[in-house]
């Protein structure tokens, strides 16, 4: 595919091993780098879709994305994401769920886990809410962490939209879990929307049983 080799090639041309690998180490060694910071890689990525504009149709861009993720390199990962939300946002179709899904339990951790959540899966599910029903619980329950994170964070960027029952309920079934991950996100999200409601938030864990880092990130923004 000639986007993705021509990505690799300006990749490969800017990679830095001594950057490469600190980065790994700060990824605890689960990736392999180029090295390469996020601005740098945000300006090759630009360069290669500009180069490629003409070609970049939804069914490319989702086979470009895959493509990525295939790739041992996080900085490619990234830039698939990146890809992703700028080519399909507004313009997802239904099925494009197992597409979401892949993604998220493909090359886990938080630092794509979360971009996902807030920017691909939020805004799918803003296209189609009436998919949370059937998605969310699903991803709640799913013994894949992720999956869980996923769902407690997937309104982060959705401000007076957010369903705050909803949120609560995913909080609350995961309330006692052990996982620091999740544990964060039920402060993060909590937090998130304390800029919203921050009485109902506050209301919330003053009356839910929260594991003490999940109740200090929630509060943090509330007086």
């Known amino acids: 595919m000639?986007?993705?080799s021509a990505l690799k090639y300006k990749f490969e041309e800017n990679a830095d091993a001594e950057q490469a690998r600190?980065?790994?180490?700060y990824m605890k060694d689960l990736f392999?780098?180029?090295?390469?910071k996020a601005p740098v890689r945000k300006t090759l990525l630009k360069e290669t879709i500009n180069r490629f504009k003409?070609?970049?149709t939804r069914d490319h861009v989702i086979r470009i994305v895959n493509t990525l993720y295939q790739d041992l390199h996080r900085e490619l990962h990234y830039c698939a994401i990146e890809i992703a939300d700028r080519y399909l946002k507004t313009k997802y179709e239904?099925?494009?769920l197992h597409f979401i899904e892949k993604l998220i339990t493909t090359n886990s951790w938080w630092d794509s886990v979360d971009f996902i959540a807030k920017h691909i899966l939020g805004n799918y599910l803003l296209q189609y809410p009436n998919q949370i029903p059937k998605v969310i619980p699903r991803f709640s329950s799913s013994k894949d962490m992720w999956l869980n994170r996923s769902a407690i964070l997937f309104q982060l960027g959705y401000r007076d939209k957010t369903d705050p029952e909803l949120l609560f309920r995913l909080c609350n079934a995961h309330k006692s879990s052990n996982e620091f991950?999740?544990?964060k996100a039920i402060g993060w999200a909590l937090r998130e929307y304390s800029k919203i409601n921050p009485k109902a938030v506050k209301d919330f864990v003053s009356e839910t049983d929260l594991?003490?880092?999940?109740k200090k990130e929630a509060l943090k923004r509330v007086t």
């Open 32 to 36: 392999s780098f180029y090295g390469i």
């Open 211 to 214: 594991r003490p880092l999940s």
């Open 181 to 183: 991950f999740i544990k």
């Open 2 to 4: 000639k986007f993705v």
């Open 54 to 56: 003409a070609e970049l």
């Open 22 to 25: 600190a980065m790994e180490a």
């Open 94 to 96: 239904v099925n494009d």
